[in-house]
């Protein structure tokens, strides 16, 4: 009878500390899951920038002289695109409310650029380039700035979820 005691709590011991390792396992995973996937949001939020960037250049390529315009107009609306197609992407994956809005909010950022290139690009079409130049260098500005500041933003509340679901992990892990 005691050995038969003794067995089972060898036994029910052996599946505790079981246990305890796969829980442990699942723990490590899923923090390590949890930070690969914020180090990409971090990238693709990174990636907003860079195309923000190469959407300015492109909108300053159709002012200068010795330029094909309809190349570089065709390449704004193109880049244009794939900016909107990216923060729409990143806003159907955001972690809470307030990603959700400051992506809104990049958007219509976006959007209000978008309008005041179309002004340019039709000065630019009736060969008013310095008109144009006026309107993408200064008055595009405050727009481009604005979306800039935005996925700045974005890109701090992403960090901040991750951080504290990490904070929680290890919460959680020192429970153990």
């Known amino acids: 009878m005691k050995q038969r005691r003794i067995g089972l709590l060898l036994t029910l011991t052996l599946l505790l500390a079981l246990g305890t390792i796969v829980q442990d396992f699942r723990f490590d995973q899923a923090f390590a899951n949890d930070h690969d996937v914020a180090v990409k949001i971090d990238r693709e939020v990174g990636a907003l920038d860079v195309q923000l960037s190469d959407l300015r250049a492109a909108q300053t390529g159709y002012l200068a002289a010795g330029q094909n315009p309809d190349f570089w107009i ?12 990216s923060i729409d992407q990143l806003r159907a994956a955001a972690p809470n ?15 209000d650029l978008m309008s005041i290139d179309k002004r340019a690009r039709d000065l630019v ?23 800039a500041g935005e996925i700045s933003a974005v890109r701090e509340i992403e ?7 990490e904070e929680l992990f290890k919460r959680l892990k020192q429970l153990k």
């Open 74 to 85: 065709q390449r704004t609306t193109d880049l244009s695109k794939r900016l909107r197609e």
């Open 97 to 111: 409310s307030a990603a959700r809005a400051k992506y809104d909010a990049a958007g219509a950022a976006l959007t």
């Open 125 to 147: 079409k009736s060969d008013q380039r310095l008109l144009a130049a006026d309107v993408v260098l200064v008055d595009e500005l405050d727009a481009s700035q604005r979306l």
């Open 159 to 165: 960090q901040g979820a991750y951080v504290t679901h």
